[in-house]
């Protein structure tokens, strides 16, 4: 599924610079006021887990996450690779491929690495959770083996 999100958002550099357009054209999608991660799975889900058929709602979904990492998060999203084969995502010595997060966050259920959170942002979203509904859809689940990695960015 990561093959069918990259295709979508290619060429990576036009993604990049377009995250602003694509999440707005998301909101305008779902309905939605914001692009954060609850909203995100909820437009997924109400889709049937289905993003690829259609490159245009793909592409607004992924910029979503994107706008919102970058947004809320300070996360830093670029191109990466010598090919410019990928959109990485990272935040100080933390990087990884913002595909992959992307899959894990919002169909696995994982929770956002924590070197990219922003505590301040994690404890409003508790608070805007609704009842009983556990925080970031579900309990923390550690990311592991998912081509993120620690260490210096991959030089480009």
Do not use: W
């Not at 290619?10 to 991660?37: K, N, T």
């Not at 289905?50 to 996360?75: E, G, K, P, Q, S």
């Not at 992307?102 to 696995?108: A, H, I, L, Q, S």
């Amino acid at each position: 599924m990561t093959a069918a999100f990259q295709k979508h958002c290619l060429p990576y550099q036009d993604f990049v610079r377009r995250i602003p357009e694509y999440a707005a054209d998301f909101c305008r999608l779902s309905g939605s006021v914001d692009v954060r991660p609850s909203r995100i799975r909820n437009f997924i889900k109400a889709r049937g887990f289905t993003l690829t058929d259609d490159a245009a709602v793909c592409r607004a979904t992924l910029a979503a996450f994107a706008a919102y990492m970058r947004d809320f998060h300070n996360c830093r999203i670029r191109p990466c690779g010598i090919l410019r084969r990928s959109v990485a995502i990272g935040q100080g010595s933390y990087s990884g491929d913002l595909f992959d997060l992307f899959y894990r966050v919002m169909f696995e259920g994982l929770e956002i690495p924590e070197h990219l959170r922003s505590r301040q942002i994690i404890e409003q979203e508790l608070t805007d959770a609704e009842p009983g509904a556990p925080p970031n859809g579900g309990p923390a689940t550690p990311v592991t083996s998912s081509g993120v990695t620690e260490g210096p960015p991959s030089v480009s």
